[in-house]
Every structure is written in structure tokens, then in C-alpha cells.
RNA sequence: GGGAGUUUAGCUCAGCUGGUUCAGAGCAUCUGCCUUACAAGCAGAGGGUCACUGGUUCGAACCCAGUAACUCCCACCA
């Protein structure tokens, strides 16, 4: 028995996520049914619950719970992603906290740190999944770095190796130099940075050029002059434009275009770089811009990636002045061990005392940073571990294409196809602790084999060299671990453990999975290579559907950061507003891949519909049945079935087409305005003073009770939790054990009788007409009216009486073949409604209104007539809109004829 | 620099194959109501040159071209 004036979910909430966890109706195992899996984004082992979790998962509870009261064989996969990058950063940080330097470590203290920190913190934001309604099978719930699931990535990298998909090589890679690491191309988050570009003046050496090859570090210095006896003259330097001054130390020529006149006497020179002294080349490439900067380019093979292939193409020394974390080392002779940004600074002052700084200018440039630490990203030559791209993007690009797998919405896959297209070779090796391990072993020789375990490893190494007494001693374990994508990329065969047993029930039931819930903005880190190792391993796809959601921003339009502290804590939102009111507040305002705006105001407008919804159920917990009644309200129960009908459809066709938004407002339409307003206030019982109960008659109680319980099962995926409280009230009767909305079945798209309900509409139209009456006359809404009709339609309005009466408060209605003289009247449909008034009637007012209405139709008519007068509309429009034109007229001719009557009536 | 998208009421968005489901919804606003389910509510109302300019068509928010503004993705110009 309810008697609370207003829901409160709290306890709701826990009493009944707790029910669902202990009649596990969560757990799902392979059978007979039709399965619906979706696995989670697994979100950062040590993240925090922030607003776009709440959108993404809100989603996908959403699909599994509806899935699931579909009868098929729901099944969420919940779990967490090690995040090697991120999460190791975070160590390292509180490490550092305590006083530990990672440096001190070795691999198996930090790692133990490391697991221990995880145990804490990890996990955290699953606790508050379940706080939302997150309906996972939580047996399942898997981390990436799981024994089970570390060796499948192990088997997978050993799989490609062997298949040389994946290959070691020296190449320029992106240094994280804070997380002293190489990161991949997608992890590189380019940004507009103001910066100076300056301009520094290099000596022109007078001798011939000097060879490249014999070009040595710190070799070839020109002592003998002395810097204050230096000719700056225009003929004795030439001058570069760079925005990294710091590296000019690393040096190893200067580039002019071969065709630009201005430098023709440079040809076959060498310069001198400034503060160091040492001669470098100049060389000739059109690579460069003549009309960028000076038309002269320093070339810094070991610090740019552009220079280190111009250095490649022209036989360059690679001189490497920069140390992994960023400082500068004995390379650079000067400014030894100062950061790179600190350098910058004191080196531009060092070229002014010295003369060789020309100039200095604002400069806008793109500066890539580090997706996970924010770090300026610095190119950088290195050894690394390559997965080739090109052939398996080209099949999971076919996918995409041929709609095998939907992106939702489309719009996407212009940009999958576009990136797909023009991918390079992953790095996929990190200089990391915290991750796979890569298993690659090297041999004292130098070789390496690659192999699942040492054991193994040391087999092939026996083959390899030929060596019996080869030992594991002998071997070394690569110290680089995997991108964290490399394993999360094999997330939905992997927790299926279907990369080691690739046969097993559990994968064949429910791979592939059915939707993909997750942001744009990982389309390639994850989705795509999901798709590839889909492809590669089990020749299948991931998933059909990958629904794209927008990146939840403020009312502002800024995205929502912990740095601008616009994001609100969603633990307590829920706590405000009910996680019911809060699931739909993120419905109500995310379409589908467009961002979307988050205002507090759509959670209380969810809150406000919970509300609503409860009080509906108040209103008919006062009612009792009384056998002796007769049901008089067959039509409203007629109408509104068919009405429940009407949206069912709607709603089945907004989910089949992933429009939630719209299943959910059509949902929140059909209980508000069709439910609570008019079908209740229609068979609501008039009240009786005294009675504890209202008394209704047994049919209308039972319909109206089916309706509720319909309702409730609709707006279950919604608002699990509301409606599962009131599911269990005892108005419904006993309730076994087991018999819970959250695996109620779906109501059937029943019968539409849309005779009945067009009809409903008039009388709708009429009602809100008799209020209008009402409001703009100022009559109290208690008094009743007497309302005359002139039916010019096929309606018949008495049978619509029961309807008319209780909510317009009429208490006649009259048919009648003339207009009520001296009466207010309007027109719903085509048919012609007076109001008896006591008052006097403004004449000029009403002749006034009527001479409006004539005159709008009129010009309708006109318009009408035209177009039927048009030949070539004739012609050309289908039929039915043709017919459509010929109603249009018909009616708005019987209209104008109403008008017509009236104003004569009135003698205007 | 290349590509994609968006632009409809104060806000957030629908508008499907061009035609009365074509100018819509929810929220917000305004007016009147503490009417026995709900003031977290009820009844009603007012808000729009469909970004702009042309074109196609009997007919354009919708198709085409151009313009503008914003957003996102990709890209090595020092």
C-alpha cells in the first residue's frame, strides 16, 4: 500500500538492484533462445564514474534490458581495461608521492605496486554502474589484464608474428617523454599553440663543403675565429626560421630549394652553427618552401620526422641531443641535462648575447600532445614493434562498407572509411611496466625468436642457431609491453575466451555480439581494431551495430572536464533526482552521434515524469470495484488500446532505427498526455465524499490495471527501477518469486482501431475548445455548461457523451439542425459546437473573430482552388494527394458555410 | 591544407519518398487555478523570414549551386 505523496527512489533503488543481483536475472548462460550481447567499453580499471559513462551505459542498459523483455537471451558483458599508459602514469605519480622514484624499482616491485593499487582503486566505477541500474552479468565481469585474458593477447601477438603481421624496426615514433614512452599515432592529440619562431643567423663558411660522411659530432670545429671578431655581413651568414631553437645543436644540415636564386652562392657551402661551432652542409631539396620563413631549413634528422627523411635521402648523421625524459644530454654540449623547454628559453638568450639571433616572431602551430598525459610529444628514433595495417584494414573496411556492420549514425563511415585508407603501421610497443609483456626473446647473438612461453622460446631458439646448450638463462625477455589496444581490441572475443579456445560453446553462442555502445572519438583506436582482429581470428565480425554516442558537454557547449569542474558528479545527481530520473534526463537530450548539451533541468524533468507516474498509480490505489456498477466506459478503453498500440508501434520502430530519444518521448507522450491525461480523467470515478475508496465498476478497474501494468513493462528499460517497485504493489495480485517487470514480456502490437481514434481527436479538440471557452470567459471550471452541436461529419456525438461530460464538466449534450443564436461557438472538424451562455455576447467582438476565420479561409480556398485549377498539378500529383487537395477543399467549404450562417445570425 | 557534419520557437531537438501528420515536440515563458492522484501539478495561450542568395519544380524546410557561421575528423610545412 502506497500512501507517499511523492516517489522516493532510494530505497527503491537498493531493495530492488539487490532483488534482481539474488534471482540473478542478470546472469545469462548460452541456450535455446536467441541471445542479445552486448559487451562494455571497458572503461579505465581506475576511472570514475563521469557523465559520459552515464550516457553510454545508460544506452546499453537500455538495448539488454528491452532485449531481455524480448525474450531473447540477454547478456552484458561488464568489465575494466588496464589502461597500461594511464594507469601506470597514476602509479608513478602516487609513487612519487610516497617518496619512491619508479627508477628505484624493479619490474616486479612496481608491478607490485602497481596490482595493489588496482585491488584498491580498480573497479570502483563498476560499483557505480550498479548504482545506475547496470543490468551485467557481473560473474562475467572481466579485466584485460586477467591471467586468461593476457594469454590470449600473448597467443594473438605470437598468431600476427607469425603471420609477419607484426615486425621490429627503427622508426620516428611519438615520445611521451613524462611517461617515457613511445605512443602510437592516435594517441598524438594535436593542438593550435602560439609559439615564437626564431630566426638565427648561421656563419658561412668560406672553405668548400665539407663532406657529410666525415661529419662528426663535435668535429670539424672552426676555433680559430673568435665570435666578437664575427662578420654578421649578409654575404658571411644566412639565417633559419625555427620554432625549436634548443635543437639546433642537433644539426646536421641547413636545406635550401635547389631553384631559389636567392641562395645560389650557398650551393656547395657549409655553416657554422651558432654557439657550437660545429660545420654542417648545406644541401639542396625541394622539399623546402622558398617562400616559408627564410626559404633556409635547418635539418634535425633526430628531432623531426620530416627531417630525418630528408636526412635519410641525403646520407645525414643522426645526432640525438635529447635524453627520454626530455632534458638535453652531452650531445648537445651546451645546456646539458635542462629540459627542452627550459633550454629553448636560455638558448635564445645565449644566440642574442651572441648575435646569431635575428629576430623573433608570434607563431600558431600544431604541437601534438600525449592523449594520456598531456605532455608535448617529441619525434623521436627508436626501436619498436610494428603491427602492418594495410592488410587487415582493407577487410574490416569492407565490413563497414557493405553494412555488415552498421555505424550508427551513418555519417561515420566516411570517416572510418577515410582513416581505414590511410593508415600506417601501429606501433604497438611501449616502454612500459604496466601491461602484456611482449613475448619476444632475445638470444645472446642479437636474434631474437618469438614464442607464448620461455619454454618455447628457447625450442626455437635451439633451432634457430642451430645451439643444443642453449638455456632460458640464455634468453632475455623483451621489457616492452603491448598497447593497451592491443588487448582491448580483442574485448568481445576475448571474454568469451575465444582467442585460446576458439570452439568453445560460450563464443560460438553469443559471438558475434549485437550492438556496440561506445564514442566516436575511439572509432579507431578500438572499434576498427576490433573489427580487424574479429576478422582475423574468427574470419567474423565483432558486433552488427556500433551506436555512436556525442560527447556529453555543458549548457555552454564545453566539454566537460574535471579541469573546468563543469562536470556534475553523476553518484550525486542520482541522488537527487533518482537514477530513474536521471537515466531519462541523459535520454531525453543525447541523439544519436550529435554532442549533446547536458542540463541538470532534463534530470528533473525525468525526476518529474517518476513523480508522475507514481501519482497515477496513487489515483487508482483509491479505488475500490463495486460488482453493482456497469461499465460506461467502453470507448475510453477501446481508444486508449488502441492508443497504447498506436505508440508500441512507434516505440518499436524508434528502437529498431536506435532512436532512443524519440522511443523515450514517445513513451513519456503516451503515459503523460494519453494515460494521466485524458484516459484517467475519462474513467476516473466521480468522487465521493466520505469514502475511503472510490468505487468503479469491475471492467474498467481491470482494463485500467492491464494498461498500468502495460505501461510499466514499456517504460521498464527506461526506468527499471520505478517501475519495478510498483510492479510488486499488490494491486497487481500475488506475485510469485520470479514474476519481476525487468523479465515481464513485452506486451504484442495488438489492434488499431483509427476510426476510433481520429474520432477521439474531435472530441479531444472539443473539450479543449469547451476549456478555452471557459478560461477566456472566466467561468469557474466548476460550473457546467450545456453544449449544442450541428453535425456536419458522421460523428456521433452522443455515443461520445461519457467522453464530452466528465471533461469538459457539460452537463448536456443537445443536437441541433441551426446555429444557437446568441451562443459562443466554435468548430472542431466540421462540425459546429454552441455554448449557451448567461452572459451577454460581445457582438463586435464575435463578428470581428468570424470575420477573421471567413477571411483565413478564404485565402485557403483560394490557395485549394488554385491548385486544383492547375493543370499541370493535375497532371503530375499522384492521386492520392490529389484526393487529399479535394477534402481539403470540401471541408474548408463546409467551414467557410458555418461561417458564413454565423455571421449572419449575428446580423454582423 | 583535405574531408565530414550542423544551422528549424528563448533552450534541446523531430520533420522519413518534395504535396495538411508542414511549419512540430519536450522544456522554458505568460495567463488563470492550492479543482480530493500529482503545484515535481492542472487548464489555456503566446513564440519561427526553417542561416543567407539564387536555381529546379505546378509545388521546396526538404532537391541543386553558391555564400556565411559554428563543430568535428584527418594532415610533417620548419
Request: aromatic share 10%; proline share 4%.
Amino acid at each position: 500500500m502506497i500512501i507517499a505523496k511523492t516517489y522516493s527512489p532510494k530505497e527503491a533503488e537498493e531493495k530492488w538492484y539487490s532483488y534482481w543481483l539474488q534471482h540473478n536475472f542478470f546472469r545469462s548462460v548460452p541456450d535455446e533462445r536467441e541471445p542479445y550481447t552486448i559487451v562494455i567499453p571497458p572503461p579505465n580499471v581506475t576511472g570514475v564514474l563521469h557523465m559520459g559513462h552515464m550516457l553510454n551505459n545508460t544506452i546499453q542498459d537500455v538495448l539488454i534490458r528491452r532485449a531481455r523483455m524480448k525474450g531473447k537471451n540477454a547478456c552484458w558483458v561488464p568489465g575494466t581495461d588496464h589502461a597500461s599508459i594511464a594507469t601506470e602514469a597514476k602509479v608513478v605519480a602516487m609513487l612519487k608521492e610516497r617518496g619512491i622514484n619508479k627508477k628505484d624499482l624493479t619490474r616486479e616491485e612496481f608491478l607490485k605496486y602497481a596490482w595493489e593499487w588496482k585491488e584498491k582503486y580498480g573497479g570502483i566505477i563498476l560499483e557505480q554502474l550498479k548504482k545506475l541500474g547496470a543490468s551485467c552479468d557481473w560473474e562475467r565481469t572481466k579485466f584485460t589484464m586477467d591471467d586468461d585474458m593476457s594469454e590470449a593477447v600473448i597467443d594473438y601477438f605470437v598468431r600476427l608474428h607469425k603471420q609477419g603481421l607484426i615486425y621490429r624496426g627503427v622508426r620516428m615514433v611519438n615520445w611521451d617523454p613524462q611517461s617515457k614512452t613511445a605512443v602510437s599515432d592516435e594517441e598524438v592529440n594535436r593542438k593550435e599553440v602560439n609559439q615564437k619562431l626564431y630566426y638565427i643567423k648561421y656563419r658561412i663558411s668560406q672553405k668548400s663543403k665539407v663532406k657529410s660522411q666525415k661529419l662528426e659530432i663535435g668535429g670539424t670545429h672552426d676555433r680559430g675565429e673568435q665570435l666578437s671578431t664575427l662578420n654578421f655581413e649578409p654575404s658571411t651568414y644566412l639565417t633559419i626560421a625555427t620554432t625549436r631553437p634548443e635543437t639546433i645543436m642537433a644539426d646536421a644540415a641547413i636545406c635550401v630549394n635547389p631553384n631559389d636564386e636567392r641562395y645560389l652562392h650557398l650551393h656547395g657551402k657549409s655553416v657554422f652553427i651558432p654557439l657550437i661551432n660545429r660545420e654542417i652542409p648545406v644541401i639542396l631539396d625541394d622539399y623546402v618552401t622558398m617562400d616559408f620563413g627564410t626559404g633556409c631549413l635547418k635539418v634535425t634528422p633526430a628531432h623531426d620526422l620530416n627531417d630525418y627523411a630528408l636526412g635519410q635521402k641525403h646520407n645525414l648523421p643522426i645526432i640525438d641531443i635529447l635524453n627520454d625524459d626530455g632534458t638535453l644530454n652531452e650531445k648537445a654540449q651546451i645546456l646539458v641535462g635542462e629540459d627542452r623547454f627550459a633550454a629553448r628559453k636560455k638558448i635564445a638568450v645565449l644566440l642574442e648575447e651572441a648575435g646569431a639571433l635575428a629576430k623573433t616572431e608570434d607563431y600558431t602551430s600544431q604541437i601534438g600532445f600525449s592523449e594520456r598525459t598531456n605532455a608535448v610529444i617529441e619525434p623521436k628514433l627508436s626501436m619498436q614493434w610494428f603491427c602492418k595495417m594495410q592488410e587487415m584494414a582493407k577487410p574490416a573496411l569492407d565490413y563497414v562498407l557493405n553494412g555488415e556492420v552498421k555505424l550508427i549514425p551513418e555519417k561515420f563511415i566516411n570517416t572510418y572509411r577515410h582513416w581505414m585508407e590511410n593508415v600506417r603501421d601501429w606501433n604497438i610497443s611501449r616502454q612500459l611496466w604496466w601491461g602484456q609483456q611482449i613475448p619476444a626473446y632475445y638470444l645472446p647473438n642479437g636474434e631474437y625468436v618469438v614464442a607464448k612461453t620461455i619454454e618455447e622460446a628457447l625450442d626455437e631458439a635451439k633451432l634457430k642457431t642451430q645451439n643444443p646448450q642453449l638455456t632460458t638463462a640464455d634468453l632475455r625477455q623483451e621489457d616492452d609491453v603491448l598497447d593497451t589496444w592491443f588487448s582491448s581490441g580483442l574485448w568481445p572475443i576475448s571474454v568469451f575466451d575465444g582467442v585460446r579456445n576458439p570452439d568453445n560453446a560460450e563464443i560460438n553462442y553469443y559471438y558475434p555480439t549485437n550492438d556496440l555502445v561506445t564514442a566516436p572519438e575511439i572509432l579507431f583506436f578500438w572499434v576498427a581494431r576490433m573489427i580487424m582482429s574479429g576478422h582475423e581470428l574468427r574470419g567474423q565480425k565483432p558486433f552488427s551495430n556500433v551506436y555512436l554516442t556525442g560527447i556529453v558537454r555543458d549548457k555552454q557547449g564545453r566539454k566537460m572536464s574535471k579541469q573546468l569542474g563543469n562536470s556534475p558528479d553523476p553518484i550525486e545527481l542520482m541522488g537527487k533526482y533518482g537514477a530513474d530520473g536521471v537515466r531519462v534526463g541523459m535520454l531525453l537530450c543525447s541523439p544519436a552521434g550529435n554532442d549533446l548539451m547536458f542540463d541538470e533541468s532534463y534530470c528533473e524533468q525525468g525526476r518529474n515524469f517518476a513523480n508522475k507516474i507514481w501519482n497515477a498509480f496513487k489515483l487508482i490505489q483509491g479505488w475500490a470495484v463495486d460488482e453493482s456498477l456497469t461499465n460506461t466506459n467502453q470507448i475510453a478503453i477501446e481508444w486508449f488500446d488502441s492508443r497504447f498500440n498506436q505508440a508500441l508501434a512507434q516505440i518499436e520502430d524508434d528502437f529498431k532505427q536506435y532512436r532512443l530519444s524519440e522511443a523515450l518521448m514517445a513513451t513519456y507522450k503516451l503515459v503523460w498526455d494519453d494515460y494521466c491525461a485524458w484516459y484517467l480523467e475519462m474513467v476516473k470515478p466521480v468522487y465521493k465524499p466520505g469514502a475511503e475508496k472510490q468505487s468503479i465498476d469491475a471492467e474498467t478497474y481491470a482494463a485500467t490495471i492491464n494498461f498500468f501494468q502495460n505501461i510499466l513493462k514499456v517504460l521498464h528499460p527506461f526506468m527499471p527501477f520505478l517501475t519495478e517497485e510498483l510492479w510488486h504493489d499488490e494491486l497487481f495480485g500475488e506475485r510469485g518469486e520470479l514474476d519481476c517487470c525487468i523479465v515481464a514480456q513485452l506486451p504484442a502490437i495488438g489492434e488499431i482501431n483509427s476510426r476510433l481514434v481520429s474520432e477521439i481527436e474531435i472530441i479531444q479538440q472539443v473539450v479543449t475548445q469547451v476549456r478555452n471557452v471557459r478560461n477566456a470567459k472566466q467561468l469557474s471550471p466548476k460550473e457546467t455548461l450545456p453544449l449544442a452541436v450541428k453535425v456536419n461529419s458522421a460523428i456521433d456525438y452522443v455515443k461520445y457523451q461519457p467522453i464530452i461530460k466528465p471533461l469538459g464538466n457539460i452537463n448536456d449534450v443537445s443536437l441541433v439542425n441551426e446555429a444557437l443564436g446568441g451562443a459562443v461557438n466554435f468548430i472542431a472538424g466540421t462540425d459546429e459546437f454552441y455554448i449557451a451562455l448567461n452572459i451577454e455576447i460581445d457582438v463586435a467582438a464575435e463578428c470581428e473573430r468570424l470575420k477573421k476565420e471567413q477571411e483565413y479561409l478564404l485565402g485557403f480556398l483560394k490557395s485549394v482552388s488554385a491548385k486544383l485549377g492547375n493543370e499541370r498539378f493535375m497532371a503530375n500529383a499522384k492521386p492520392d494527394i490529389i484526393d487529399n487537395e479535394l477534402k481539403k477543399k470540401a471541408d474548408a467549404e463546409s467551414k467557410l458555410k458555418t461561417v458564413d450562417d454565423n455571421l449572419r445570425s449575428l446580423a454582423c
